[in-house]
């Protein structure tokens, strides 16, 4: 092996990497910093594998209206472990989200964010928004249904904000409707515009972690005073500090490479994501469905009171980045532990329940109408013609879309399983004809005869 030593030294001799990385390698951080510090280098993995997978994408997609959604068919279904690949990408996105996540819910339970790392958690804050709007474009270019349509509804919501709402969508959709412009922007986002700031950000992120050492554990009644800090950390790494690498750094290798692996698992057993049909615009049944860290913000949105959601809408993400970022400078002294700062965990938890709370409303997705409901002919039966034909209407015309009866149907207008108890033939015609808030009429769609069968149908519900 006396030519590869001859090589490094070459190399080191000519380019002074390993005199450049040593002193990395090498910095002091103290000695109780464990498994719970592992995410923050759990989600680096995640980043890089998304680079590289990205990269490989990229060979075969095309960024076109016309030729995007076939070139990932042709990725899916044909290429050379294609479809792995783009399973790959699918998870690394959902883990680098996961363990941002996780890894700024550790900063903040411990504190971490106190002096001097107020610039770390700016950073982290920002890395972490960039992380689910890379999620965002990315879901585009699959030029799906879902894809598309789910663009189209943030449009719509970005819409709803006061006097700058029509500029937002815009801004969004590359123009006043959704199309190869929009494609072309997400594609330039997702690709060039967000990674380079990521990798900006990253950088300056890991270049405060070790100019300003990683935080020691927290313990009760250890105060942090802006005055004395640093003397006391630099004092208490001299005196048990321990090198970075091998102690500390096995732990976020070990880890990372299980991150990677289980990544790398999830898409070899499940693939990536099927898509769904090709974009169309005269579809009127596409019900669209984000990703998983979308959900909660789609439920809100669908949930929260018309008249106040325009501002919401805008006003809810500003304050919520504001109140991330302000964190630090609010609180950058004191107490560190948790069992002296209840209200972290009381933050903490209620974050999470929102979160969690509306992720499951969202998949419920009671508001938005059941196109895949199975038609209740399969499970009841007349012997009259005109209730066996008001039965079949009833699913025909998309009313058991939003309606529910015996447990089967939609739940965006009331159950009518019973409706035959307290509405009489008249109330029912009436509402039917002139339709409501969220339903519409069908006065100029029935018959006279389909409405009477209709009608006869919903008697019967007693």
Known sequence: MAWFKKLINYLEDRTGIGA???PLLNHLVPPN????????????????????????LSFLYEPSSANAYHSLQYITNQAFLGNVLRGIHYYGASGMILFAGIHLIRVYITAAYKYPREINWVTGVILLFLTVAMGFTGQLLRWDSNGVWSTVVAAEQAGRVPIIGHYLAQVLLGGPTIGDN???RFFAFHVFAIPALMFLLIGLHLFLVIRNGISEPPKVGRLVNPKTYKKWYNDMLKKVGVPFWPNAAWRDALFGACVVLAIIGLAIVFGAPALTKAPDPSAIDAVPEPDWYMIPFFAVFALMPPKIGSYIIFFGPLLTILIFLSIPFISNRGERHAMRRPWAIFGVLTTLSFIFGFMYLGYQADWS????????AN???FKQPNLEHGLNLFYKKGCQYCHRINGVGGKRGPDLSIIGRSWNEQQLKIMITNGALNMPAYGGILTNVEMNDIVSFLKMRK
């Open 20 to 22: 450049a990385v040593k």
């Open 33 to 56: 910093s464990k498994w719970s510090y592992v995410f923050g280098s759990a989600t680096l993995f995640c980043f890089l594998l998304q680079v590289v997978t990205g990269i490989g």
């Open 182 to 184: 929009t494609l072309s």
């Open 369 to 376: 109408p059941h196109f895949d409901t199975p038609p209740l």
């Open 379 to 381: 499970t009841m039966k």
